[in-house]
């Protein structure tokens, strides 16, 4: 078997920056974030050719996050900016990060004009129906009544839906997810970013401080079967638990009926992301709960001409007609000046895991417990220059998964069982000699014994690891795995 | 808090013989772990070589495929599992790779069967301590099969914001007053 070795492969990891993120605990925000870091090394480019835009509010920090270039622009801007890099650098992957306020209310104007203009760039629109920023006032998606800081008698203002909104200017790919549905979120990411021309997305993004729920309806276990209906190409839009429902048109009104009784899959709507007119789709955008179960994925998905390719074609026929023209001279004209920097004032957050109200024993237990609850074992650790046959005895001798790779105290990586499958395999004997640290995996992500079991949970199932080293001021004292996680929550569900 | 017992009723009726480890377990309606069938803990699909396909051909699949386990079937039905664990052991010895998968694999694995309840998954898994296990139908043939991380996720989508949303470090403290 042959393997392309030119370009790195790349993984979440290397699309995570070195700054702390600083969103409210429990905010979807880190669930998009942690889905757009897997999305990206699956899509074949190079980390440096992509650039996230954003412009003002809590999802506009997005660009920090990402260790790719990035541009935390001016209020609602962010499209503006976004259209001077993709058509000058149309080789690049941008990806404008939005909020409702951002883009629907202080950027409504620029982000009508990119999606219109068919720009190729994908535009991911948080959508928590708040302003959470500036603490709690309403947004241009917040519900007629919603009472907030700014509107204490109830929102009187009848709200925007994004998707409609973009639908209205024709944007040639749009979308729908939900920030906790997260396969859902990485497969529509992954569509944005393979369309051609402006993918618009949506997310329901919960925020957890100042609009608490208002999503609970569409990522409730138990309800979001008949309060969501998942928009497939081709297929009927059928929705419920035991997927007996369904959406016919009554001329030119969808309707839900129950499938059986006479009424088959052939009388329900089928959906077509292709049509040319925008019709269906903006028909489909005016599907709310609770009258409706709302559509998710993709709505619209069509080929159009894009901006930045033909304003490069104009560009080039004007430079080889007149030659280039001189940007230094414009550059260097006018006034210029610098503002002093202010001095910023320290504060403490407080930091309230969850932030939510736990709906049954075991989630308030996995916010509760500390990890040392799992009793963590003390792991075998072996020294960075152990040869391959060392490690391996030791792993089967000590009948673990995992060892630690300690130089004194420093934690500097693990090698478990996978990574002898996975990187020695059917080379083991040849590679037996050589030291565990051109095979282990460096630098692993750790937590400390008093962290609460919820964040294991999250390391286990987002970020995939099978072990995770324990530490106790700063030193590990142990290993868990996932069986151990297993076997608390059993103990949990038995009680 | 909607109503979640929407869909208890039927379930209940049909499994009402089973209950988890015994005793009628006392948690909120919508974890209904005595009630919900196996397919809902995201199993996945499984792995499978003819028992006379060499050690190191399976080392390479495995490999290639990015799995820690493989089934072996013969006439369609399961005859053993061979997971990543054994993987290790064999080259911790040194064995050699031309031997058939059905000399080193694990015959008569635990297993699961299609209408097993993700109740009784945990059990099985928890008490015998494994990562993975097969899944079979009435005939003995595998269908799938269901991991623990499947199950793990299948736990936390009963309450998904308190999971998915969490920063990625646990302690984190604000040095400075954040600006937009």
């Known amino acids: 078997m042959s393997t392309d070795t030119s370009l790195p492969v790349l993984k979440p990891a290397d699309f995570a920056s070195d700054q702390d993120v600083r969103w409210c605990p429990g905010c979807g925000d880190y669930s998009i974030l942690a889905q757009m870091k897997k999305v990206l090394p699956t899509l074949g480019i190079p980390r440096e050719k992509f650039v996230f835009i954003s412009g003002i509010g809590c999802s506009s920090r997005f660009p920090y996050y990402m260790n790719t270039y990035g541009f935390h622009s001016i209020h609602g801007r962010a ?37 219109r203009r068919n720009l190729d760039v994908n535009i991911v629109l948080f959508n928590n129906r708040i302003y959470g920023l500036t603490k709690g006032q309403y947004s241009p998606t917040s519900p007629l009544g919603k009472v907030t800081k700014s509107t204490p008698m109830g929102s ?67 309800t979001k079967a008949e309060t969501t209906i998942e928009l497939e190409h081709g297929k009927p839009l059928i929705f419920g638990k035991n997927r007996d429902k369904g959406i016919r048109l009554n001329g030119m009104e969808p309707e839900i009926v129950e499938l059986g009784k006479g009424i088959t899959e052939d009388d329900l709507l089928f959906h077509d992301e292709k049509l040319p007119e925008p019709s269906l789709a903006y028909l489909l955008s005016r599907m ?52 002093d920097a202010g001095e910023q004032q320290a504060t403490e957050l407080d930091a309230d895991p969850g932030g939510r109200t736990p709906a049954n024993p075991l989630e308030e237990a996995i916010l509760q417990d500390d990890i040392s609850a799992l009793s963590p074992r003390p792991h075998p650790w072996v020294a960075p220059d152990t040869p391959i046959s060392q490690v391996l005895e030791k792993l089967t001798e000590s009948n673990v998964g995992c060892v630690l790779v300690m130089d004194g105290e420093e934690l500097l990586g693990v090698f478990t069982e996978r990574d002898a499958l996975m990187k020695l395999n059917v080379d083991y004997a040849e590679l037996k000699d050589h030291p565990v640290s051109e095979y282990m995996t460096p630098k692993p ?46 103990q949990r569900l038995q009680a | 808090m909607p109503d979640g017992g929407l869909f208890i009723p039927l379930v209940v009726e049909v499994r009402r013989e089973r209950s988890f480890f015994g005793v009628p377990h006392r948690l909120e309606p919508n974890l209904n772990l005595d009630a919900e069938l196996i397919a809902e803990a995201h199993p996945v699909e499984p ?86 296990l097969p899944v079979v139908d009435g005939e003995g043939r595998c269908v799938s099969f269901l991991k623990v991380s499947g199950i793990i996720r299948y736990l936390i989508e009963h309450f998904p914001q308190t999971v998915y949303n969490l920063p990625p470090e646990p302690s984190q403290v604000m040095q400075t007053r954040e600006g937009a």
């Not at chain 1, 009848?158 to 790919?173: D, K, Q, R």
């Not at chain 1, 001409?305 to 001279?329: C, F, S, T, W």
Request: with cysteine; net charge negative.
């Open chain 1, 288 to 339: 709310h709960y609770p009258q409706f179960p709302e559509p998710i994925g993709v709505f619209r998905a069509v080929d159009r001409p894009r901006y930045d390719v033909m304003v490069n074609e104009q560009i080039h026929a004007a430079i080889e007609k007149k030659g280039e023209g001189q940007l230094e001279k414009l550059f260097h004209a006018g006034d210029t000046w610098s503002v």
């Open chain 2, 47 to 132: 792995l499978s070589v003819v028992p006379d396909t060499s050690v190191r051909e399976v080392f390479a699949l495995m490999k290639a495929q990015k799995t820690g386990s493989v089934i072996i079937c013969s006439d369609g039905k399961v005859a053993g599992i061979f997971t990543e664990r054994d993987a290790l052991n064999l080259m911790a010895q040194g064995a050699s790779l031309d031997a058939p998968i059905s000399e080193v694999m694990i015959t008569t694995p635990a297993t699961l069967h299609a209408d097993d309840t993700v109740g009784t998954a945990v059990k099985r898994m928890s008490e015998g301590g494994y990562r993975r």
């Open chain 1, 445 to 490: 992500r750790t937590l400390g014994e008093n962290d609460k079991i919820a964040f294991a949970l999250h390391r286990m199932d987002v970020g995939g690891y099978r072990h995770l080293p324990i530490l106790r001021d700063g030193k590990p004292t142990g290993i868990i795995s996932i069986r151990d996680i297993l076997k608390y929550m059993a």
């Open chain 1, 156 to 222: 009187v203002d009848n709200p925007l839906h994004p998707l409609s909104v973009a639908i209205g200017c024709e944007a040639t790919f749009v979308a729908r997810t939900i920030d906790v549905n997260i396969k859902h979120l990485g497969s529509v990411l992954a569509r944005a970013a393979e369309h051609k021309g402006t993918a618009f997305v949506e997310v329901y993004q919960n925020c957890n401080i100042f609009n608490n729920g208002a999503y609970d309806y569409a990522t409730d276990r138990d």
């Open chain 1, 79 to 115: 499209p503006a900016v976004a259209t001077g890099v993709k058509t000058v650098r149309p080789d690049l992957s941008v990806w404008v990060i939005t909020g409702d306020g951002d883009a629907l209310s202080i950027g409504g104007n620029h982000l009508m004009h990119a999606i």
